[in-house]
């Protein structure tokens, strides 16, 4: 069994930055690619970043490249968002997900924490 626990949403004006963490336990953390998806109110979820396991292949939603950059600890277990010149439109519940790869998605998910960006 994997848990993912996201932590660092809050409240932010446009402009200003955030930064999240995706904690996990559990030993099936080692050999999995990591993901950021997002899902505002109304909107299918989207992948926002994905990064592999070494770190080396990363992955941008076009909508966020050059403001939020993906990170990882593995010695940690942890997987980082840094989002900064945060926008209204990146208002949304951010989940960390497991096994992220270009085909979708993987099989585990935290429960998400709330990002609002104010105007």
Known sequence: QVQLVESGGGLVQAGGSLRLSCEASGRTFSGYAMGWFRQAPG??????????????????????????????????????????????????????????????????WGRGTQVTVSS
């Open 43 to 108: 909107k299918e979820r989207e992948v926002v970043a994905r990064i592999s396991w070494s770190g080396i292949n990363i992955y941008y939603a076009d909508s966020v490249k050059g403001r939020f950059t993906i990170s990882r600890d593995n010695a940690k277990k942890t997987v980082s968002l840094q989002m900064n010149n945060l926008k209204p439109e990146d208002t949304a519940v951010y989940y960390c997900n497991r096994g992220s790869t270009s085909l979708g998605p993987g099989d585990y």
